[in-house]
Structure formats: C-alpha cells, structure tokens
Nanobody, 118 residues
C-alpha cells in the first residue's frame, strides 16, 4: 500500500505563488504516473497535472502556463509549483499515484487546502 502525504497548502493572495509537495512511502521509481487533482466545493474532482516516470507531463487547460509539475525520484516526491494563482484555483488538492503490478493500482493522499483570496 502506497501512502502519499501532501504539504504546502495555505492561504495566498491572487497573483501569488505556492508550492505543493507530495511524499510517497515507497520508491517513486515504482510509480508510473504521479499527479495532482483538485476538488472545489460542490464540484467534481478534476485533473490538474500529471507526470510519468519518464518525465512526460500533462496539464489541465486552466493551469497551463501557470503551474509546473515535477518529480524527484531520489526523494520519492512530486511537486506542484503554482504561480499567478486565481480565486478559482481555490480547492482541496490531492496527490495521486498509479502503479502497475499486473494491473493498475491507484493511490490518493489526504488532500491539502489551497485558498486564493484577498
């Protein structure tokens, strides 16, 4: 069972920046895909960004050019650098990891709150 622990959320003013971190309990080398999702009140959970084990990235259109996902497999950690934050970025952000062991397994962190408000 892979455990994911997020950190770095908080309150920030519009236009500000935050960096989220997600540490895995197991070697990130074994995790084919790591990523971030978010869920705002009353809305479904949505993809923010993903990164594969060979460094390919994918972003939601709403965050392209503002957010950057990266991973440090030596530290078993994935990051989400969020710049030019907007009030509509307010949500609980969840770390996600996918691993293949004869079938795909999906793991989630507990979530970290990001609030963008003046």
């Amino acid at each position: 069972q892979v455990q994911l622990v997020e950190s770095g959320g908080g309150l920030v003013q519009p236009g500000g920046s935050l960096r989220l971190s997600c540490a895995s309990s197991e070697s990130a080398v074994s995790l084919a895909v790591m990523g971030w999702f978010r869920q705002a009140p009353g809305k479904p959970r949505e993809l923010v960004a993903t990164i594969t084990d060979d460094g390919n990235t994918n972003y939601a259109d709403s965050v392209k050019g503002r957010f950057t996902i990266s991973r440090d497999d030596a530290k078993n950690t994935v990051y989400l650098q969020m710049n030019s934050l907007k009030p509509e970025d307010t949500a609980v952000y969840y770390c996600n990891a996918k691993r293949y062991r004869r079938s795909w397994y999906n793991y989630w962190g507990q979530g970290t709150q990001v609030t963008v408000s003046s």
